[in-house]
DNA sequence: CAGTAAACGAGACGGTACGTCCCGTCTTATG
DNA sequence: CATAAGACGGGACGTACCGTCTCGTTTACTG
């Protein structure tokens, strides 16, 4: 019995990566409605029946092909949670500006205004790019520079808030003035001193 | 004199008020991507070629029936700076919770991510959408209650990143504790103080 | 009073005239289907509102079209029954391979096939198109060169009835042979001595 | 091995059949110009897509559905070439009375006038229809009862000629006494003499 | 290492929507 | 009051995808 998951027909393996490396493709290319399973099969050669099989319907599959999409960064650890906040609001803005997810986020976040089965994929998409807040959050909090009223939820808040209403409802410019700014405001939302400037 | 742009024939007055009722409609209800002209053909009884007369586009058509959708309810003057904000964010959220544009303004969204055509339109109904606080702000500034160096996109961004980010992003619910904490926060950042509560 | 069917409106005269052109060009180049009201209001600059004022339908527009349509050439006088058939004939062979009724009349009789209102059209062109024959018939009869017996109708058929045979289903060349042929063969029918050659 | 032609897909099979039967309903119910994919679809069931993935093109689809039409009777066998003429005369008269092809045959002449992709269907429909008069005609020549320069084209078109010529152009009824008239003709101009009377 | 079950491609099928074209009717405004 | 201009509903066009389905053929695992 031993293995039960590997044991997963070469071909399958094949196919199904083939599959999901195209659905990527459409995805950040043209948002959700831009994936067509038509278009996906032409493009990596699997037959429309195969990708069937495999996923029953297009939610399914954009669920998984999603699944990877914004991996979460390296968390960073610079010993303080104001350089760590910072660091990670560069990065998050950095990835605002050009990370492909950043281009197909809204449609998503459209799906799941309407498609219950895609409403999930936004909650998981969502917590895994929020993840290094909070862990930022919670060792911030363990060494007492956090106020123990405000969660890690309050800080993504104070972050994700700015940066993403000026990418996508604003949509000026994500420069570094601006994420500076946010950062110094977090802080104070926070209750947290700057340590210097 | 007088009539010159009005004298519209009649017919085509009420073509297009038929076809754009019920693009409203099914945009309301499915989006962007709700739309068909074929749909929409059907339901208002106008022919297709007729629409295709009007709107040289399926893009075309969305803008013009996005062109009344939102628009700003009155601006609320309540003597002070911080009574007028907490009106509009309330109203604003109340908004989010249920109007009907909020549930399509992620399609746009997504829409203006890919296609220029779309974009203005993105840009009017946000500035439609904003325009309040504009109002409220320069008051607020005439008044002595601003800072100068504080303008109405501040005032915006510091009221709508939350609200939009609790909306769409973390979709956690928008209520009163919440939006009470907003402007209290808002207010912080705009080096206002709060009058008392 | 006095003048009435004359004192017709000149503009109506040139409208009338140039539709009544440009349906007979339009008539020749794709028969009975290739007319249509559109296309004619377009050619001719008369507005489809015009047209259908003076013409209840397209069939009546095809109806007075059509009547200029075939008109009879001269009727030969030769001095005999031979020699009048035998140019009649070689005329009409001429004008079925190149005449511009030759390749409308299909469409007419396809058309009196099914369209009652057409019907009477192709009775017209075939009356006009024959009459020569008639002529030519009755003056032999009077000369005594054809039986009593033998009526206009004998000939007629006698001659088209192998030339439009040939013409538009076997659809070989009417070349001359087969013409003197016609006419050999008629004259037997009619029970005619060909005079000699 | 057998089959390998045959074995098309059933469903495929089906949808063709379905088809060629509506389209032929059509056809002989309002000509060639009756036909429209639309329609044919709309009373076969069979989805517009499918019937442009068996026929690039309405006239390809004419064509095959012509193909059935107007199939031959039996040849008759009487013993002699006077009799069979007569049989086979007596036929075509009766078909060109009621038959449905006869209604359409104008049609397909028009068609064959102007779009060379049906004048092919045309030439076909004549030659399966006069194939009767072809065998009669060499079985007459083989028994010494047609002259060698006489072939079945010339016996053809002595008994189409007038026969195309009276349902057609002149519009006379096909009456017993016409049909008996023009077989006598026809083996006048072949030169054979009629048995008896 | 043979037999079998699965995975697979090819593509037929009924649909829906597309955007275009032309039809014949009807309304409006101009000359 | 004849006319030009053109809006209108309707129908067909041929195309592109959609998601479902039925095949016949590999081909990898298993007994």
Redesign the interface.
Same mark, same amino acid.
Request: aromatic content about 6%; proline content about 5%.
């Given at each position: 019995m031993a293995r039960s998951g590997d044991s997963v027909d070469v071909r399958v393996r094949r196919s199904k990566a083939a599959v999901l490396a195209q659905t990527y493709e459409l995805l950040t290319a043209?948002?959700i409605?831009g994936v067509s399973i038509e278009e996906v099969s032409r493009r990596s050669g699997v037959a429309k029946t195969t990708i069937y099989r495999h996923w029953p319907s297009r939610a399914a599959l954009l669920v998984e092909a999603c699944s990877t999409i914004g991996s979460a960064p390296a968390v960073p650890d610079t010993g303080s949670f104001d350089g760590d906040l910072t660091a990670l609001t560069e990065e998050l803005a950095e990835q605002l500006r050009s990370a492909r997810w950043a $281009?197909v986020l #809204?449609?998503i976040?459209?799906a !799941?205004? =309407?498609e219950p089965e895609l409403a999930g994929l /936004? %909650?998981d998409l969502?917590a895994r790019l929020m993840a290094p807040f909070g862990v930022v959050a919670e060792r911030a909090r363990a060494r007492g520079e956090l106020r123990t009223d405000r969660g890690p !939820?309050d800080v $993504? %808040?104070a972050v %994700?808030? #700015?940066l993403?209403? =000026?990418r996508?409802?604003? =949509?000026e410019p994500l420069d570094a003035v601006f994420v500076a700014r946010v950062v110094e405001?977090a802080l104070? /939302?926070l209750g947290v001193q700057p340590r210097s400037t």
């Amino acid at each position: 019995m031993a293995r039960s998951g590997d044991s997963v027909d070469v071909r399958v393996r094949r196919s199904k990566a083939a599959v999901l490396a195209q659905t990527y493709e459409l995805l950040t290319a043209g948002g959700i409605g831009g994936v067509s399973i038509e278009e996906v099969s032409r493009r990596s050669g699997v037959a429309k029946t195969t990708i069937y099989r495999h996923w029953p319907s297009r939610a399914a599959l954009l669920v998984e092909a999603c699944s990877t999409i914004g991996s979460a960064p390296a968390v960073p650890d610079t010993g303080s949670f104001d350089g760590d906040l910072t660091a990670l609001t560069e990065e998050l803005a950095e990835q605002l500006r050009s990370a492909r997810w950043a $281009t197909v986020l #809204p449609s998503i976040v459209d799906a !799941a205004e =309407r498609e219950p089965e895609l409403a999930g994929l /936004h %909650a998981d998409l969502h917590a895994r790019l929020m993840a290094p807040f909070g862990v930022v959050a919670e060792r911030a909090r363990a060494r007492g520079e956090l106020r123990t009223d405000r969660g890690p !939820a309050d800080v $993504t %808040a104070a972050v %994700a808030g #700015p940066l993403f209403y =000026r990418r996508w409802f604003s =949509r000026e410019p994500l420069d570094a003035v601006f994420v500076a700014r946010v950062v110094e405001d977090a802080l104070g /939302h926070l209750g947290v001193q700057p340590r210097s400037t």
